[in-house]
T-cell receptor, first 112, second 109 residues
Framework: SQTIHQWPATLVQPVGSPLSLECTVEGTSNPNLYWYRQAAGRGLQLLFYSVGIGQISSEVPQNLSASRPQDRQFILSSKKLLLSDSGFYLC???????????FGSGTQLSVL | GQNIDQPTEMTATEGAIVQINCTYQTSGFNGLFWYQQHAGEAPTFLSYNVLDGLEEKGRFSSFLSRSKGYSYLLLKELQMKDSASYLCAYMDSNYQLIWGAGTKLIIKP
């Protein structure tokens, strides 16, 4: 069966520090991979998605970047965090673009 | 444009029935999803509707009317564990999911 792992679960970082969140998927090949951010009282905001190794699409201009160095690995990064980067970050995968999403357990990021 | 709305919060009684509505406006549509999200956890898939009508899955049912841009999630025989946020999302013509802000459902004994 397919599983998705996301870590860390919580993270407290000072403003200006770097960020690296990692997500891996097991039990499937060539998944579509996604990074979302969820702010209180707002819908899930798609940050990045990837349909293959090295293929990254960015949905919103921001202080973040994403990379897919391996088929089932998706990394969310920042060189210098801002206060506004605080939020709940979710990684997700799907088999194809029109299928349901399976989410990782999420990372609660607090930038202080 | 992209516009999707659902109530912010609802309260219901254990054992009762509750209907959570979702309305959307879009020029391209490839289906509507409902997810359940417990506080601090990841969303989990509940249902998918692409054709008009009612889809029943145990205590949960989901309805879609494409002409009205309307969907609802019906929860029967409510249990305390159903206390969660319920997210609706439609898939647009580019197969991107557009998410509502979620409805927080509070179940009282």
């Amino acid at each position: 069966s397919q599983t998705i792992h996301q870590w860390p679960a919580t993270l407290v970082q000072p403003v200006g520090s770097p960020l690296s969140l990692e997500c891996t998927v097991e039990g499937t090949s060539n998944p579509n991979l996604y990074w979302y951010r969820q702010a209180a009282g707002r819908g899930l905001q798609l940050l990045f998605y990837s349909v293959g190794i090295g293929q990254i699409s960015s949905e919103v201009p921001q202080n973040l970047s994403a990379s897919r160095p391996q088929d089932r690995q998706f990394i969310l990064s920042s060189k210098k965090l801002l206060l506004s980067d605080s939020g709940f970050y979710l990684c997700a995968w799907s088999g194809t673009e029109h299928e349901k999403l399976f989410f990782g357990s999420g990372t609660q990021l607090s930038v202080l | 444009g992209q516009n999707i709305d659902q109530p912010t919060e609802m309260t219901a009684t254990e054992g009762a029935i509750v209907q959570i509505n979702c309305t959307y406006q879009t020029s391209g549509f490839n289906g509507l999803f409902w997810y359940q999200q417990h506080a601090g956890e990841a969303p989990t898939f509940l249902s998918y509707n692409v054709l008009d009508g009612l889809e029943e899955k145990g205590r949960f049912s989901s309805f879609l009317s494409r002409s009205k841009g309307y969907s609802y999630l019906l929860l029967k025989e409510l249990q305390m564990k159903d206390s969660a946020s319920y997210l609706c999302a439609y898939m647009d013509s580019n197969y991107q999911l557009i998410w509502g802000a979620g409805t927080k459902l509070i179940i009282k004994p």
